[in-house]
């Protein structure tokens, strides 16, 4: 491997160590390396899985050496696990010289193991009993819900007030009744005014809508 390239990767491999912290191993290897088995030439945490400068080389870069493939695909985001049990999320990446052949080999190791065990603490905090409820429930107000339940009453009626008609109005306020808004404090001043009508049109709609019923 050309001293530039590795001077280059080196550089990477220390930004990405520093940007993820201690958990994630950053591992170059030298896929041109006379004896693979000490193929490693630069590693930042190498104590996520005991690995050193000079060390031998991985699955990959064996695979890579004896295979002498021309175009490898980079290998990202999989699962893998030490000797001593921990499991990481890794990335392998090929580095091409400039002849573009693969001359090195750069892999990101990061140590989930910790964070698996978060995840199952917090879905066991956030799983719920009931599984038929489709989303959350909403959380609101009362001054939110007033506004939230004329909306609904809209887009029931499938158009804008300035376009409703006398049925579309007492439809839609036949609803806003039904679902309790005027159980809210001065609903029927904002909801008269909302649909410009009076407060006495509005009411005479609320009392035709519960004698056809």
Avoid: W
Avoid at 2 to 17: C, D, N, R, S
Avoid at 39 to 48: K, L
């Amino acid at each position: 491997m050309e001293a530039a390239t590795l001077k280059t990767l080196e550089q990477v491999a220390k930004g990405i160590a520093a940007t993820f912290g201690s958990h994630c191993e950053v591992v170059i290897h030298d896929v041109g390396a006379k004896h693979p088995e000490h193929s490693i030439v630069a590693i930042e945490n190498g104590h996520v899985t005991g690995r050193k400068v000079g060390d031998g080389a991985s699955h990959v870069v064996l695979e890579q050496v004896r295979q002498a493939d021309a175009q490898p695909s980079d290998h990202l985001s999989y699962l893998t696990k030490t000797p001593d049990g921990k499991i990481l999320k890794s990335s392998t990446m090929y580095i091409r010289g400039r002849n573009g052949k693969v001359a090195a080999i750069l892999g990101i190791n990061y140590d989930i193991s910790s964070l698996l065990m978060v995840e199952d603490a917090v879905h066991e905090l956030i799983d719920t009993k009931d599984k038929t409820q489709g989303e959350p429930e909403k959380i609101v107000n009362v001054n939110d819900l007033l506004d939230e339940l004329i909306a609904q009453s809209v887009a029931l009626v499938g158009k804008p007030v300035a376009l409703m008609n006398k049925e579309d109005k007492m439809r839609a306020i036949g609803f806003l009744s039904q679902s309790g808004a005027f159980l809210v404090t001065k609903s029927g001043d904002k909801i008269a005014k909302y649909f410009g009508i009076s407060k006495y049109t509005l009411y005479s709609y609320i009392d035709k809508q519960q004698e056809e019923k």
